[in-house]
C-alpha cells in the first residue's frame, strides 16, 4: 500500500483574507477558493464554506481570517478542514504543512497557526515567512547575496519585506489593501449621490475600468439603491473616481517602502535602487499601479508573473524540497 494514501502528500497553505490556496506535493496549486464561511442565522450551523453554493435564507457570510491570521479560530479551522479534505480526497490524511507566515515580532501568530495546523491532524509543520514565499515564488534569487523587495498587495493588508542570503532582513505589514480603495468608492457614491452599492458591485467595477494611472475617460454602470425609499437604481463609476481613490493607499504603500530601504545598509539599499521591486498579490492587478508605484519611489518595479499564486508556488517549492530546503528559510515545529 502506498503510504501517501494513509499519510497523505505534503501540502502548502496560503490562508490570505480573500482567498486560500493549497499546493499538494507534486500536483501544484489544487484550491484556490475564497476564504469565506457562510452560517445560518436561524441555527448558527455552518451552511457552506468557500465557493461553496450558499443556501437561500437568513445567512450570515464571514471572512474568518485577516493579514493571515485566523481572528475566528474555529471558523477557520472549519474552513481549513473543508479545503483539505477537497485537496486531499482522503478524510484520514495527516499530512506534513508548510504555512505561510506573516511578521510576527512576538511569536504568537507562529504558536497560533502551529496549533491549528495540528488541529487539523498535520503530522508535522514547517513556516515560512511570508515574505521569503513571495520571493521565491517569484523568481527571484533569494540565496543570493543581494538584496531583493517584495511588496505583497492583498485584500486588507500590504507586506513589504527584503530577503538576502536565503533569509528575511527585513519585513513590515500595513493595514492597507485592494479593500481601501473597494470601500471608497462605496464611501464616495453614498456621500455624493445618496445612493447604496454593494462592495461586490464597487470591486467588479474597479476590476472592470480601474486605474492607478492617468486614467482614460470610461465608466461603468453599477447597481444601487436608494437607502430611504427602498428605489432600485444604477450609478456611474468613472475611472477617474477610481483612480482618486488610489491617491491614499498607494501613497502610504510607497512611504513604508521609501522608509524601509532607508533604514537597510548602503549596499542593500544600492542592490534595491538597481534591481527595483517587484509586486505580488491580488492587490497588484490594478492598472497602472506599477508604472505609478515606480514614480513614486524612484526605482524599477515590475508585477510577479503569477501575482496572486505567487506565495502559494513559493511555499509550493518548500513542499516539493523540504529536505533540501537551508533551514534559515523554514521555522520546523
Known amino acids: 500500500m502506498n503510504p501517501l494514501r494513509i499519510l497523505g502528500r505534503d501540502v502548502a497553505i496560503d490562508l490570505g483574507a480573500a482567498s486560500t490556496q493549497i499546493y499538494v506535493k507534486g500536483k501544484g496549486i489544487v484550491l484556490n477558493e475564497p476564504s469565506v464561511v457562510t452560517r445560518s442565522l436561524a441555527t448558527g450551523k455552518v451552511v457552506a464554506v468557500g465557493a461553496d ?46 504555512i505561510a507566515l506573516p511578521s510576527d515580532p512576538t511569536g504568537i501568530i507562529g504558536v497560533t497557526l502551529r496549533n491549528m495546523a495540528y488541529d487539523l491532524e498535520a503530522r508535522r509543520v514547517y513556516l515560512v515567512h511570508h515574505g521569503v514565499a513571495a520571493a521565491m515564488g517569484a523568481g527571484l534569487p533569494v540565496k543570493d547575496a543581494s538584496g531583493n523587495m517584495v511588496i505583497d498587495i ?31 468608492l462605496v464611501a464616495h457614491i453614498r456621500r455624493d449621490h445618496g445612493l447604496v452599492i454593494t462592495e461586490a458591485a464597487a470591486e467588479e467595477a474597479k476590476r472592470g475600468i480601474g486605474t492607478a494611472w492617468k486614467p482614460l475617460r470610461r465608466q461603468a454602470e453599477v447597481p444601487a439603491v436608494d437607502p430611504y425609499t427602498g428605489e432600485r437604481r444604477t450609478v456611474a463609476i468613472s475611472a477617474e473616481l477610481v483612480y482618486r481613490a488610489t491617491k491614499t493607499p498607494v501613497e502610504r504603500i510607497a512611504r513604508a517602502a521609501l522608509d524601509m530601504v532607508e533604514g537597510l545598509s548602503s549596499d542593500l539599499a544600492l542592490d534595491i535602487g538597481d534591481r527595483g521591486v517587484v509586486l505580488t498579490g491580488g492587490g497588484s492587478l490594478l492598472r497602472g499601479l506599477t508604472r505609478r508605484l515606480r514614480q513614486e519611489l524612484g526605482i524599477p518595479v515590475q508585477r510577479a508573473e503569477r501575482p496572486v499564486e505567487t506565495v502559494a508556488l513559493g511555499l509550493g517549492r518548500c513542499v516539493d524540497n523540504l529536505r533540501r530546503i537551508p533551514g534559515e528559510l523554514v521555522t520546523r515545529l
Open 53 to 98: 453554493p450558499a443556501p437561500k435564507g437568513d445567512i450570515l457570510t464571514v471572512r474568518p481570517v485577516s493579514g493571515g491570521v485566523p481572528y475566528d479560530g474555529d471558523l477557520t479551522r472549519h474552513m481549513l478542514r473543508h479545503f483539505l479534505k477537497k485537496a486531499h480526497g482522503h478524510p484520514f490524511a495527516r499530512p506534513r504543512m508548510v
Open 154 to 184: 492583498g485584500c486588507d493588508t500590504t507586506r513589504i519585506a527584503v530577503v538576502s542570503f536565503g533569509a528575511l532582513v527585513t519585513a513590515r505589514t500595513i493595514p492597507v489593501g485592494g479593500s481601501d480603495v473597494t470601500r471608497a
